[in-house]
């Protein structure tokens, strides 16, 4: 009888050490993929707040983080807990999407500020690619709004900056080499729409001349943030 109940203490203490290992393994997964998952936040939020320096005092007004996640970080930094390393990671992904929103928004709203439509101004580049003095201007325009489409889809770098800096000195060139009569509405049209009072005889027949008259948008009246030309 000793020696069964031996062997059932003995069975009992196994199974109770094999239990604690699968808890304990099960534990160390766990933690390893939330510290992965961290990771991952981290790495993102990294890269979006790189981007955002380029509109800091400009189009960025910053994101503020929670109360609740430093609450959850500074519990989190006391103890080793799957549960709140995983609160931790759940609160950094929700800032990591509001930032990602604000940047990406913030930086659309910036380029359509200082280039307008980008698809509007590239239907424009091309009805005055064959415009005397403006052939060398318009195609240069054409491929570098095509860039900026492009780029505009993610988060701003350097690159990005650049080709926005050059958009906007080759619209400036090409306001430049227009007719007096025009450039008023041009500037208007490629900035929100031109109100339909600049459309006068001269606007009208350099339109209908260069096969533009479908290229530019007329509002009634005067358009928000615009003047008639």
């Given at each position: 009888m000793a020696d069964a109940t031996t062997w059932i203490r003995e069975t009992r203490v196994a199974v109770d050490r094999a239990s604690d290992a699968v808890r304990l393994q099960g534990d160390l997964d766990d933690l390893g993929q939330r510290d992965e998952e961290l990771e991952d936040a981290l790495r993102e939020l990294t890269a979006l707040a790189q981007a955002a320096t380029f509109g800091r005092g400009d189009w960025w007004k910053g994101v503020d983080a929670t109360p609740d996640l430093w609450?959850?970080?500074?519990?989190?930094?006391?103890?080793?807990d799957r549960r709140q390393l995983g609160a931790v990671v759940h609160?950094?992904?929700?800032?990591?999407?509001?930032?990602r929103d604000a940047v990406q928004g913030g930086w659309r709203a910036h380029v359509a500020s200082r280039a307008g439509n980008a698809q509007e101004l590239r239907d424009l580049a091309k009805a005055l690619a064959d415009v005397e003095g403006l052939?060398?201007?318009?195609?240069?325009?054409?491929?570098?709004?095509?860039?900026?489409?492009r780029l505009e889809r993610k988060p701003p770098d350097a690159d990005s900056v650049e080709i926005l800096a050059?958009?906007?000195?080759?619209?400036?060139?090409l306001e430049q080499r227009l007719p007096p009569a025009v450039k008023g509405f041009v500037s208007a049209a490629t900035q929100g729409g031109a109100a339909l009072d600049s459309v006068n005889d001269d606007v009208r027949d350099w339109?209908?001349?260069?096969?533009?008259?479908h290229n530019f948008r007329v509002v009634p009246g005067r358009p928000q943030g615009g003047q008639s030309a």
């Open positions: 609450t959850q970080v500074r519990s989190a930094q006391r103890g080793l609160l950094l992904n929700k800032l990591k999407v509001q930032v052939e060398d201007v318009a195609p240069k325009l054409d491929a570098a709004l095509g860039h900026l489409a050059e958009v906007t000195q080759l619209l400036a060139l339109l209908v001349d260069n096969n533009a008259l």
